[in-house]
């Protein structure tokens, strides 16, 4: 039981009290586009992260919101090491872990793992749980046999499932059953950052509140930070520290919860936001939904600027031509930044603004 | 013109693969002690006399590359080598034996295609009808049989029986057109008979699943709903469809035909290029074997491309690549 | 808001959830190998072709014993009980020859059973032989891509087109006919079709979820080969592996027949019914026995493999399966519909335990 009150110390290369755990120095990931036939030409750029930075404060959870395409599971895969960043840095812990080697990468898998969205292809279906959730033990040698089988039931134990399963098969568990075995399987080794790319997107609602509250749980018991994908809003609201809000490859806003919830300054954060549903009708009906024209834009082709342009309500000449920085806005703390060169203004109706420009 | 420059890709890349197995098989053949390479050139019961001859006649003790330079040269003109055991050149030999291969190929292909496919479209047609799972059941004993015994059992049953109630029409053995077309048949029918159905089988099962597999299909129901007749239906939409895998698979089965050729000929003794081939093992006929081993690739390159013709011709999408 | 207010709800399923997994102690998930083997007990026709095959395996190995009860060495010719006036085999039953005599008088039964040693060594070997080469190289193939994949496949794709008798013809006038020109000659074709087929199934699985999630722990390509893809593979390689056994074995006798293998005076069902083609119609059963005994064994091993075949995956269309006797289809028409226990995941919905007892 005394391995379960065991929090994470800092990694060796972090100065003391630094309490940035991740940080996103300007990664850009394009997906060179081939034509098929003997001689491969590359004729376009899939862009599917295009200069980003963020970063994950220790402990804490970063929320990453977008729609698909907006290239957030693709940021996720290059913070995991799992596909190879075009340009721009990692930096976990005060170590560079940007392209490294396979062997290189090894012990920081340690410390980096992930969540993955689909509770049914995420666990290999012909192996038993007890295999799966050991597989991290196995692969870095730190536990075998007798120890390892201890261990892991320790683990079941702690996300909620019955040790005794030990040997069943995926397929003996229901869906939010499953997605604690990932989370067991990523917990394994202790690691220090958590990439949860949409895990509960694929549940019933009523099982992602246990999931979530579990995440939390964790996240408090082992001091783990996380970085939560997500396209349900309410959810990131629920779990989340900071936010950041992606669109086609680029963030467009990001900040502290609260502030970026309550005080949207990004028209597509404002429309996301009001497209949200609400359970209270009065609310419901009170809320006027900003519905944005046109279909998000292909990665290869994006707009010229600001990328959102062709579709938002608020868009002037220069917001085809220059790309608005992101920088904090007047009124908003230095955390909240925003990329817009005509941020949302307090008590500005952008439904009325979206029905006068048409 | 795309389908020509197709064809001239494909045989361009045929002769290099032609040129490659000749090449493979003389090193194969020659990179040897030269004694040992003289002895099997010069044949079995060659004396030391002969055996001499032949090493200064073929240049063995050259070195290997001018040797292969020969080679290449020979083949360029037709000639294929010497047989010392037959006293004849190998081109020779083997002109006189293909008649009764081409005879063999060529019936036993179509019986073998004309049967096949057509029990797999009614098998498919009328799935399991009484017709269906008889021909299932012999599909089953078909696959499992090797072709010389289904060629055996054939004499046995059948050949052996007739003989012996003085019926001669069916016969071992070969005999030319020329000798008449009916006495022709009744030397090749068994032969067709057993090359064809270990292959008829495979057919059988492959059309069936295939054009059931069509039949399946959205566009079929289409096609029937427009108010066109079952008929038209199956064979216009679902058997052109069904029938291209059965092309592909063509092509890989060209090598198994040879093998099938080989044993036919040596069971019912048709004296073709495949039984003199394996004849040719018992007497250590070295030219002879290298003469076969080059014409049969020839002959697989050439099968090859002809499927892919046919391929092309069926599924429109593949002349554009 | 809302995912608050379910939370109550989702303690209580959750509650019912544990309550189920606790009352159901220590249960072993059935593998899909013990449900394979329950259908398969059910297939009355595979069971037969199974029988078949265990006493032909049987007779083959205690050959020795049958010498020392009819006093008739495999390769000891007996001109003056074996043969009769003209020279010709004796039948049946005669002179205590079980199945008479072959054309220089030896005991064909005695002979049978030694070419059955062949031909079951040949088969297993060059099938075993097969399976480990092309799993490895359809895995290599299909895992890692690229340049490997397209250099593979296209040697796997000449192999499976090569006319296996040129090169049976010359290997055996370079090395002479022998046992060992038979195996060097099948093993390098038993190997292609499993190659083919596992790689197509490997470049599928390599896309699931669970493959990255194998990466994202920092599993190694060998690791995730052998663990991961592999067990995945098992089914579909056992059903070629059964149904390449016939071919071996026909492919061997063909080789024998021709004179390319295993050659006089050692006993092969080829050789021997090469040499029966001279008595055609002095002794029928010089070349009805062997044929009959090759014939069953390999229809055996086929009977088998599509049974086995049918067993592993059920959703295959049992009413009729080409090539299966009436007497298989009864049987399976008959047979109650096991419980879908979850075999295949990626087709189970969520699992729900089966009440005790089923």
Known sequence: MSDLLESTEPGPGTPAGDDVLVRIENVVKYFPVRTGGLVRRTVGHVQAVDDVSLSIPRGKTLGLVGETGSGKSTLARCVAGLIPVTSGKVIFDGRDVTNLSRSAMRPV??????????????????????????????????????????????????????????????????????QRIGVARALALRPKLIICDEPVSALDVSIQAQVLNLLADLQRDYGLTYLFIAHDLEVVRHVSNTVAVMYLGRIVESGPITPVYDTPRHPYTAALLSAAPAADPDTAAARQRIILTGDVPSPIDPPSGCRFH????????????????????????????????????????????????? | ???????????????????????????????????????????????????????????????????????????????????????????????????????????????????????????????????????????????????????????????????????????????????????????????????????????????????????????????????????????????RSALTPVVSQLGVDVGQLLGGVVVVEAVFGLGGLGQVSVEAIDTDNLPVIIGFVIIAAAFVVAANIVVDLLYALLDPRVRIA | ???????????????????????????????????????????????????????????????????????????????????????????????????????????????????????????????????????????????????????????????????????????????????????????????????????????????????????????????????????????????????????????????????LGIQPPTASWGNILADAQNFYSTSWWYVVFPALVLLITTLAFNLLGDGVRDAMDPRTERVFAAGRGRRGRKGREKRQVLAEDGSDAAHAAPYVPPAEGS
């Open chain 1, 109 to 178: 898998r340690r410390e980096i793992q992930m969540i993955f969205q689909d509770p049914y292809s995420s666990l290999n279906p012909r192996r038993r749980v007890g295999a799966i959730i050991g597989d991290p033990f196995t692969i870095h040698r730190t536990a075998t046999g007798g120890e390892r089988k201890r261990q892991v039931q320790e683990l079941m134990e702690r996300v909620g499932l019955n040790p005794e399963h030990y040997n069943r098969f995926p397929a003996e568990f229901s869906g939010g059953q499953r």
């Open chain 1, 310 to 358: 062709p579709r938002c309500p608020k868009a002037e000449q220069i917001c085809g031509t220059q790309e608005p920085q992101l920088e904090a806005k007047a009124g908003d703390a230095a955390t909240h930044v925003t990329a817009c060169h005509f941020p949302v203004q307090a008590g500005e109706n952008l439904a009325a603004a979206q029905a006068g420009a048409n």
């Open chain 2, 1 to 239: 013109m795309a389908i020509l420059g197709f064809l001239v890709r494909r045989i361009l890349t045929g002769i290099v693969v032609v040129w490659l197995v000749a090449t493979g098989a003389f090193f194969l053949f020659f990179a040897r002690p030269v004694a040992t390479v003289a002895h099997q050139l010069a044949g079995r019961a060659a004396t030391p006399q002969v055996i001499n001859e032949v090493i200064s006649n073929l240049g063995l003790n050259q070195p290997i590359m001018v040797q292969y330079w020969h080679f290449l040269d020979g083949l360029l003109h037709g000639n294929l080598g010497y047989s010392y055991y037959n006293q004849e050149a190998v081109t020779t030999m083997l002109k006189q034996d293909l008649p009764p291969t081409i005879s063999l190929v060529v019936g036993g292909v179509i019986l073998w295609l004309v049967v096949g496919l057509t029990v797999g479209i009614i098998s498919a047609t009328r799935a399991r009808s009484l017709f269906d799972r008889t021909s299932s059941v012999a599909v089953l004993i078909g696959l499992s049989m090797p072709v010389f015994v289904i060629g055996e059992l054939l004499i046995l049953i059948v050949f052996v029986p007739l003989q012996q109630h003085g019926i001669t029409w069916i016969n071992t053995g070969y005999a030319g057109i020329s000798q008449g077309v009916l006495t022709w048949m009744g030397h090749m029918i068994l032969p067709w008979i057993t090359l064809a159905t270990v292959q008829a089988a495979v057919y059988t099962r492959l059309m069936r699943g295939q054009l059931l597999d069509t039949m399946g299909e959205d566009y079929i129901r289409t096609a029937r709903s427009k108010g066109l007749s079952e008929r038209r239906v199956t064979f216009k939409h679902g058997v």
């Open chain 3, 1 to 259: 808001m809302s995912i608050t207010g379910i939370e109550a709800a989702s303690q209580e399923a959750a509650a019912g959830e544990s309550a189920l997994d606790t009352g159901a102690a220590k249960i072993q998930g059935r593998s899909q190998w013990q449900l394979t083997w329950r259908r398969l007990r059910q297939d009355k026709v595979a069971m037969a072709a199974l029988v078949v095959i265990l006493v032909i395996v049987l007779l083959a190995i205690f050959a020795p014993v049958f010498v020392s009860f009819t006093h008739h060495p495999p390769n000891i010719a007996y001109p003056n009980t074996g043969e009769d006036a003209a020279g010709n085999p004796v039948a049946p039953g005669t002179n205590g020859f079980w199945l008479g005599t072959d054309g220089t008088g030896r005991d064909l039964f005695i002979r049978i059973l030694y070419g059955a040693r062949i031909s079951l060594f040949v088969g297993f070997f060059t099938t075993f032989v097969g399976v480990v080469a092309g799993l490895a190289v359809g895995l290599m193939a299909g895992y890692f891509g690229g340049f490997v994949d397209t250099v593979l496949a296209r040697f796997t794709d000449a192999v499976l087109a090569f006319p296996y008798i040129v090169l049976a013809l010359a290997l055996a006038v370079v090395l002479g006919p022998s046992l060992t020109v038979i195996i060097g000659v099948i093993s390098f074709f038993s190997w292609a079709a499993i190659a083919r087929i596992v790689r197509g199934q490997t470049l599928s699985i390599k896309e699931k979820e669970y493959i990255e999630a194998a990466r994202s722990l920092g599993a190694g390509p060998f690791r995730i080969m052998i663990f991961d893809i592999l067990p995945n593979l098992l089914a579909p390689v056992l059903v070629l592996a059964t149904l390449y056994i016939p071919t071996a074995i026909v492919f061997e006798a063909t080789l024998s027949y021709l004179g």
